[in-house]
């Protein structure tokens, strides 16, 4: 086989590679989502007067083992106004959202 097609098949499936572990690192971000959902619906954390503290809400940084994607998903969450925040650090399930909007 020609060099040159190595080459491209080379950064073909380079490329492949890529794009699944972008796929499965999305998947991955939605399950911890409807993860956190069911966690605050657990909680029964509705409105601010309900709102609950996270254990996950910070980034463990001498975590050992698997990556932690719940801070990242639930910064995601608060950014696309599906969860609240209030000021002093706690989260709640916006009005608006629950009656599971998105498929959550």
């Known amino acids: ?24 690192i999305m998947l991955k971000m939605r399950r911890v989502a409807k993860q956190i959902v069911g966690d605050l619906r657990q909680k029964k954390a509705v409105d601010i007067e309900s709102a609950v503290h996270l254990s996950y809400e910070k980034t463990d940084f001498l975590h050992v083992g698997m990556r932690d994607y719940r801070p990242k998903a639930l910064s995601s969450l608060v950014q696309e106004g599906f969860v609240g925040k209030t000021e002093d650090g706690r989260y709640y399930l916006r009005a608006a959202n629950l009656s599971g909007e998105r498929g959550w």
Do not use: C, H, K, S
């Not at 097609?5 to 499965?24: H, N, P």
């Open 1 to 24: 086989m020609p060099e040159t097609v190595q080459i491209i098949l080379g950064i073909f499936f380079l490329v492949v590679v890529y794009i699944l572990t972008r796929y499965g």
